[in-house]
């Protein structure tokens, strides 16, 4: 059913993100390539102790998630975590927010078509070369952004699928992994020592790597049930994504003899287990999770910057809805141009150190907002934290202490990004600047 102001008659979004649908974008928001190196990276840290790191992860991050469970219950708009810290804080932490997870989302994204090419390039050699490379990124995104403007049931569906075929490929990973242990047995694992800074920092990995699905709550104002199927998505896909990830790392860890100096630990198990037919099917499921997490953040992403607009945060532009597809198309069509531009700028290998001071800001910020939200809300919310503000103050906690692990020098993007938001709050508060229809 269409939504139509009542002031104006302009065609607005409409609703048709159900729960299952929710659950798929949670996921692919949060497994993109990561997966299938980071068994490895932890192997090296703690060895046979990684897979026992990999839930102590996933406990840290329902903390927060608990938080953004309660929270986006409260509300049925769309702009996610930007919307909950404005909400609570007001518009110039509402806009640094914003700003943090537009440049994360923007260089995370060109990082994951560069590394999409690379991926290819294991079936067609040439997809590296510069014009190859060119045409891939072009049409690619090209292609996302066809699909998401002409409607959000197709993105959805969309999204539904690419979920599937990642969740597929990585248990048959841990099937195929299984089977060789159970004939072969699993040789000792190497446990290196476990000091308080090698657990700190696998912590700190798998916080980032269990993270994104503060993305998928971006889209809100799409869902049929958003205040009842918001909390399902994210709890229903930190829970899939923390039995698969402990799965697989024990699987990693037991049937490579050097987990930790394997680059593709994933297609390594796959290969001893079922020879290189085993590994190409790995490798194109790598292909697959990375475009699902491309097109979840072109569904995603786009409907924060609609709701910047529509809280005149943002130009009135972004916050255009097409009148037959009724999709935010110039927020999508924005952020795909600009997206393009930065994947064919580079590959942004340093988007990690942003990531990791940001994600650890605004999640810090949004636990603290929940007794902010609770003694404003209006109406019940739908989903609530249980133990007071017990679970608010672990997840400040865990960012607090994980923040001691990140290296602040290399992160002056951050400070011109603050110095971004800065400078659009101050532009914003000018009397009609945003007053345009």
């Given at each position: 059913?269409?939504?139509?102001?009542?002031?104006?008659?302009?065609?607005?979004?409409?609703?048709v993100?159900?729960?299952?649908?929710?659950v798929?974008?949670?996921?692919?928001s949060?497994?993109?390539?990561g997966?299938f190196?980071?068994?490895?990276?932890?192997?090296a840290?703690?060895?046979?102790?990684?897979?026992?790191?990999?839930?102590?992860?996933?406990?840290?991050?329902?903390?927060?998630?608990?938080?953004?469970?309660e929270?986006?219950s409260?509300?049925?708009?769309?702009?996610?975590?930007?919307l909950?810290?404005?909400t609570?804080f007001?518009?110039?932490?509402?806009l640094?927010?914003?700003?943090?997870?537009?440049?994360?989302r923007?260089?995370?994204c060109?990082?994951?078509?560069?590394?999409?090419?690379?991926y290819?390039?294991?079936?067609?050699?040439?997809?590296?070369?510069?014009?190859p490379?060119?045409?891939?990124?072009?049409?690619?995104?090209?292609?996302?952004?066809?699909?998401?403007?002409?409607?959000v049931?197709?993105?959805?569906r969309?999204g539904?699928?690419?979920a599937?075929a990642?969740?597929?490929?990585?248990l048959?990973?841990i099937a195929?992994?299984?089977l060789?242990?159970?004939?072969?047995?699993?040789p000792?694992?190497?446990?290196?020592?476990a000091g308080?800074?090698r657990?700190?920092?696998?912590?700190?990995?798998l916080?980032?790597?269990?993270?994104?699905?503060?993305?998928?709550?971006?889209?809100?104002?799409e869902?049929?049930?958003?205040?009842?199927?918001?909390?399902?998505?994210?709890?229903?896909?930190?829970?899939?994504?923390?039995?698969?990830?402990?799965?697989?790392?024990?699987?990693?860890?037991?049937?490579?003899?050097?987990?930790a100096?394997?680059?593709r630990?994933?297609?390594?198990?796959?290969?001893?287990a079922?020879?290189?037919?085993?590994?190409?099917?790995?490798?194109?499921?790598?292909?697959v999770?990375?475009?699902?997490y491309?097109?979840?953040?072109?569904?995603?992403?786009?409907?924060?910057?609609?709701?910047?607009?529509?809280?005149?945060?943002?130009p009135?532009?972004?916050?255009?809805?097409?009148?037959?597809?009724h999709?935010?198309?110039?927020s999508?069509?924005?952020?795909?141009?600009?997206?393009?531009?930065?994947?064919?700028?580079?590959?942004?290998?340093?988007?990690?150190?942003?990531?990791?001071?940001?994600?650890l800001?605004y999640?810090?910020?949004?636990?603290?907002?929940?007794?902010?939200?609770?003694?404003?809300?209006?109406?019940?919310?739908?989903?609530?934290?249980r133990?007071?503000?017990?679970l608010?103050?672990?997840?400040?906690?865990v960012?607090?202490?994980?923040?001691?692990r990140?290296?602040?020098?290399?992160?002056?993007v951050?400070?011109?990004?603050?110095?971004?938001?800065?400078?659009?709050?101050?532009?914003?508060?000018?009397?009609?600047l945003?007053?345009?229809?």
């Amino acid at each position: 059913m269409i939504r139509r102001s009542p002031s104006n008659g302009q065609p607005q979004l409409v609703r048709v993100i159900g729960r299952w649908s929710m659950v798929a974008l949670a996921l692919n928001s949060i497994l993109g390539s990561g997966i299938f190196g980071l068994p490895s990276i932890l192997a090296a840290l703690l060895g046979a102790w990684s897979p026992l790191a990999v839930l102590l992860g996933g406990a840290a991050t329902a903390a927060i998630v608990a938080c953004y469970a309660e929270v986006a219950s409260q509300f049925s708009a769309s702009g996610g975590t930007y919307l909950y810290i404005r909400t609570a804080f007001g518009r110039l932490a509402g806009l640094e927010t914003a700003w943090l997870m537009l440049l994360g989302r923007l260089t995370a994204c060109a990082g994951a078509l560069n590394l999409l090419v690379a991926y290819l390039a294991e079936f067609w050699p040439r997809a590296e070369a510069p014009v190859p490379r060119f045409w891939i990124i072009t049409l690619l995104l090209a292609t996302l952004t066809f699909v998401n403007v002409r409607g959000v049931g197709g993105a959805a569906r969309l999204g539904n699928a690419t979920a599937v075929a990642k969740l597929a490929a990585l248990l048959l990973v841990i099937a195929v992994g299984g089977l060789y242990l159970a004939h072969h047995g699993a040789p000792p694992a190497a446990r290196p020592p476990a000091g308080v800074g090698r657990w700190a920092d696998a912590l700190l990995l798998l916080l980032f790597a269990y993270g994104g699905y503060e993305v998928a709550l971006n889209p809100m104002g799409e869902a049929r049930d958003p205040r009842h199927d918001a909390p399902f998505a994210l709890l229903t896909a930190l829970l899939v994504v923390t039995v698969l990830y402990c799965a697989l790392q024990v699987v990693v860890v037991a049937v490579l003899p050097d987990a930790a100096a394997s680059t593709r630990p994933l297609a390594e198990v796959a290969r001893i287990a079922t020879g290189a037919a085993g590994a190409g099917v790995i490798a194109a499921g790598a292909l697959v999770s990375v475009y699902g997490y491309l097109s979840a953040n072109l569904l995603a992403v786009p409907r924060m910057t609609f709701a910047l607009a529509e809280a005149r945060d943002f130009p009135r532009l972004f916050a255009r809805v097409h009148p037959r597809w009724h999709t935010p198309y110039a927020s999508i069509v924005m952020f795909a141009v600009v997206l393009w531009a930065c994947a064919l700028l580079g590959s942004f290998t340093w988007n990690i150190t942003l990531s990791a001071v940001a994600r650890l800001l605004y999640y810090a910020a949004l636990c603290a907002a929940v007794p902010v939200l609770r003694r404003r809300a209006r109406r019940p919310a739908g989903f609530r934290v249980r133990g007071g503000l017990a679970l608010p103050i672990i997840g400040i906690a865990v960012c607090v202490a994980l923040g001691t692990r990140v290296d602040f020098s290399k992160s002056l993007v951050l400070l011109a990004t603050i110095g971004l938001a800065l400078g659009n709050w101050m532009a914003v508060r000018v009397p009609g600047l945003n007053s345009g229809p």
